[in-house]
């Protein structure tokens, strides 16, 4: 688990809400609170889907963050900043495989139940905290620290400035 402090919180949310800078990721799940508090679910409903329609989302479980941007981007924008937010993204398997090829680590795909990024903004500070969840128990961090590498990498490229903490 990696722990971050944002430095430019404002550069941060543009690229959030604004850019395209996480569109990719996946949201596993998201809470804002303002006046009231809003929790959505990143999770797809797959009644909801015809089966073509599924195939062409490409079988995820969860949705894209493009997809629900601008509905986070609703409740947050105006003239009073939000009391908190907390967003949990997820990689989709293609990035996590990714990450196991270019590492060459000893992990299978089915073993990993996911890689976590949570970002949470209260009281004016913005954190990012790495999260790595696999279906056994193992005492190698090889997979934690690849994807901690990946996320430092993925900032540094980004232009997101952070201390690590």
């Not at 990024?117 to 500070?125: I, K």
Request: contains cysteine.
């Amino acid at each position: 688990m990696l722990s971050i402090s944002i430095k430019d919180i404002k550069q941060f949310m543009n690229k959030l809400l604004v850019k395209d800078t996480f569109d990719k990721m996946l949201l596993s799940e998201a809470t804002i609170m303002t006046g009231n508090t809003f929790n959505i679910s990143g999770s797809v409903n797959r009644s909801f889907y015809t089966d073509k329609e599924w195939e062409a989302l490409d079988n995820h479980d969860y949705s894209y963050w493009e997809v629900i941007k601008p509905f986070c981007f609703s409740v947050i924008k105006g003239t009073k900043v939000p009391s908190s937010i907390r967003i949990i993204f997820l990689l989709s398997k293609e990035v996590t495989q990714e990450i196991i090829t270019l590492n060459s680590l000893d992990y299978e795909l089915k073993d990993i139940n996911g890689l976590f990024l949570n970002v949470r903004y209260t009281e004016g500070q913005l954190s990012v905290i790495t999260g790595v969840s696999t279906g056994k128990f193992t005492l190698d961090k090889s997979l934690d620290k690849a994807f901690e590498n990946y996320i430092c990498s993925f900032l540094e490229k980004s232009e997101i400035n952070y201390d690590i903490l």
